[in-house]
Structures are given as C-alpha cells and as structure tokens.
T-cell receptor, first 114, second 112 residues
Framework: GEEVAQTPKHLVRGEGQKAKLYCAPI?????VFWYQQVLKNEFKFLIS????????ETGMPKERFSAKCLPNSPCSLEIQATKLEDSAVYFC????????????FGPGTRLLVL | DAKTTQPPSMDCAEGRAANLPCNHS???????VYWYRQIHSQGPQYIIH???NNETNEMASLIITEDRKSSTLILPHATLRDTAVYYC?????????????FGKGTHLIIQP
C-alpha cells in the first residue's frame, strides 16, 4: 500500500497479559522501524529491520519485548507480560533504502495497560 | 547524533510566517538537519532536511547558519492545520536506515 498501516488502533491489556502489535510497511520498502512514544513528546527508537533481518536493536528492552518481520506477513511487535509503564503509543515507520532520507510513519497503536 | 535544543512552545498568528529555531552546536560535518512534525497524535511527518545550504520545498524553508550551529524552520504562511509539535533532528547523511532520535520538540500553536 501507499501508507504504513498499523493494527489495532487501540489495545487494552491487563498487567501481565501479552500484547501484539502489527505493522504493514509501504509496499517496496525494505526497512521497518518501531518507536515508542510515552506521554506526549518522548519518542524512543526500539528496533529496525532490513527485510526480515534485524538491523538495529539497540533501543529494544532486553526483556519482554520481541519483534519480527517475516516474508509476506505484517511485521509484529510483541510484549510479553505487559507492565503499566508499557502504556504508550507505538509507531511503525518504513523507508525504501539506506540512502532514503525520509521515514514514513504509520498512525500508531495506542496501548493501555491497566 | 548531535543533540538539539528547541523552545518548548511558540505561538504564531494565522497567515504569518512561523519561524522555529533549533540549536545544534555540536553538529558534525557529515550530519544533516532534519525537521519532522507531529500533528495532534498522528505519526510524525517529514518536512525538510539540509546540510549547509538553505533549502525550500512546498511545505517549508530551512535556513542553516554558516557555522551550522543553529537553524530555523520557516512556515511562510501558517494555517491552523500547522499547529503541531515540530522536531529538529540531527543525523548522519545517508543514514536512512538509522533510528531517529527525537528530542522534546517545539509545540507550535497557530492562533486564529
């Protein structure tokens, strides 16, 4: 598609439950990024993929968070045993190549952990 | 990536030019200045980027000082729809596959 698609728009989980978020990058884009925005302004880069390979995972929490980009499937970000502090908006972005200067962002998934 | 400093908020009258400053005094020679904005709670949107020359596109102009330690994003005729948080980001050129480091940004409010 011409836009980055993210599902679901909203997700509510009880503490300790699993949360799984999905991202379909723009067709033809090789790189996918996940960001976490806690409160209104604080963005944090989590992980990036080049096709199905992890490109940079320096921002990914060591525990409970995992992500995948498999061929012919949306990318996913999974949080095992969610905690209250995982409440945030999770944005996915994609770009076509290393030399592409623009990242195109999806509308985000708002995760609320109760 | 070099650190950036932006005012937390600014007001501008509708129809006037909005000038958003950004300081990046530790910028390196191979680092570009990028601007993104986030309207309400939507995903960030790319606006413009530059290395050392001034740049203009259909959305905005970017003025970078000669020493490259600061820059100004100019929205020439601001509309209410330009109300957003504007992020100035410094990153290495050609690093399109690198994660972006967002600061706190400037909340620009366009007043009718």
């Amino acid at each position: 598609g011409e836009e980055v698609a993210q599902t679901p728009k909203h997700l509510v989980r009880g503490e300790g439950q699993k949360a799984k978020l999905y991202c379909a990058p723009i067709k033809g884009h090789s790189y996918v990024f996940w960001y976490q925005q806690v409160l209104k302004n604080e963005f944090k880069f989590l992980i990036s993929f080049q096709n199905e390979n992890v490109f940079d995972e320096t921002g990914m929490p060591k525990e409970r968070f995992s992500a995948k980009c498999l061929p012919n499937s949306p990318c996913s970000l999974e949080i095992q045993a969610t905690k209250l502090e995982d409440s945030a908006v999770y944005f996915c972005a994609s770009t076509s190549a290393r030399w592409e200067e623009t990242q195109y962002f999806g509308p985000g998934t708002r995760l609320l952990v109760l | 990536d070099a650190k950036t400093t932006q005012p937390p908020s600014m007001d501008c009258a509708e129809g006037r030019a909005a000038n958003l400053p950004c300081n990046h005094s530790t910028i390196s020679g191979n680092e570009y200045v990028y601007w993104y904005r986030q309207i309400h709670s939507q995903g960030p949107q790319y606006i413009i980027h530059g290395l050392k020359n001034n740049e203009t596109n259909e959305m905005a102009s970017l003025i970078i000082t000669e020493d490259r330690k600061s820059s100004t994003l100019i929205l020439p005729h601001a509309t209410l729809r330009d109300t957003a948080v504007y992020y100035c980001i410094v990153r290495v050129g050609g690093g399109g596959a690198d994660g972006l480091t967002f600061g706190k940004g400037t909340h620009l409010i366009i007043q009718p």
